[in-house]
């Protein structure tokens, strides 16, 4: 067998390419499976190259469900709009100030999987009440297997999704135990649903896309949230998105920041892939919880 690969630079350009069609689903698995054969080499198989990309939860796991630093539950609420019901996963600190920040968490293309809980207690660790909605919920939430919560994920139709990622800034703004300020992050979908957001909620504090597709170039207007912007170099697909939107941004003399992370893919942040630029995933972390100190803390 041959050694786990474990970073973007073991995989040629082409599989990773061919990975991320898979991923967003422009690629079957068969597809990806017959597109990645030909740079099988030395042992290792399509299927091999396929398990080595995909993620592994339990390895990067960092703060556990069970932690005694944090409180965690599963909250229901209405989403009249949207699903009806919606549900998210809420993640409180065990100890501190009677009233803290609260932050939105939206997930990737594949529902509430281990890694944005994983994420939601790391904020909820930094002293914030975080909340972590399952776009999956009204299909019986996340199946626990990727493939067939992207395939879950194709069912939804997006503008309920939307509305029930609407309803759920709105349940954690007027959520006990918060200070009335409340930040978004997401990453890819979640990326761009945290876009989203900025467009359609004026009192919105803080907005953290993690490369995700811009809004309608018309909403630009409509943000009133200072950003914070994080783009990998090898995402063609994302970035040409930004290109467009940006001078939108400065037209309507929206506060940002944008940060590109040299030889990164998409999906950096995501701790459970080769994908992972541990530098870049540090840097961008850092930058985001500075951020969300100077736009929701009030003490």
């Known amino acids: 067998m041959p050694p786990p690969i474990q970073t973007a630079a073991d995989f040629p350009r082409e599989v990773l390419d061919l990975f991320d069609q898979y991923v967003h689903g422009g690629l079957s698995r068969r597809g990806f499976l017959d597109g990645a054969g030909k740079y099988a080499v030395g042992g290792t198989t399509a299927v091999g190259l396929l398990e080595a990309l995909s993620p592994n939860f339990a390895a990067a796991q960092q703060v ?6 944090i409180v965690t539950s599963h909250a229901v609420f209405d989403s009249p709009k949207g699903y009806g019901k919606a549900s998210g996963y809420l993640v409180r600190p065990a100890k501190g100030p009677a009233k803290i920040p609260a932050v939105l968490v939206v997930h990737e293309n594949r529902g509430l ?6 994420i939601a207690r790391r904020i909820a660790l930094e002293g914030y009440v975080a909340f972590a909605p399952d776009a999956l919920f009204s299909l019986g939430g996340y199946p626990g297997d990727e493939d067939k919560a992207r395939e879950l994920f194709g069912k939804l139709d997006a503008a309920k999704v939307k509305a029930d990622f609407l309803a759920a800034a ?5 959520m006990p135990g918060t200070n009335g300020r409340m930040g978004v ?8 649903v945290t876009n989203f957001l900025a467009t359609q909620l004026p009192d919105l504090d803080a907005a953290v896309p993690f490369y995700g597709p811009a809004p309608a170039i018309a909403d630009a207007a409509n943000i009133k949230s200072p950003m914070l912007l994080h783009f990998a170099q090898n995402d063609d697909r994302i970035n040409a998105t930004w290109k467009e939107f940006e001078p939108a941004l400065k037209a309507a003399k ?11 893919e998409h999906g950096f942040n995501n701790d459970t892939t080769p994908r992972f630029d541990a530098q870049a995933a540090a840097l961008a972390w850092q930058r985001t919880l500075t951020f969300f100190a100077h736009t929701l803390r009030t003490d």
């Open 64 to 69: 556990a469900d069970n932690d005694p630093r």
């Open 113 to 118: 999987n281990p890694h944005i809980e994983d």
């Open 170 to 174: 709105g349940v954690l703004r007027g």
């Open 185 to 192: 992050t997401g990453f890819c979908f979640g990326g761009g």
């Open 254 to 264: 929206v506060r940002y920041e944008a940060y590109v992370y040299p030889h990164t």
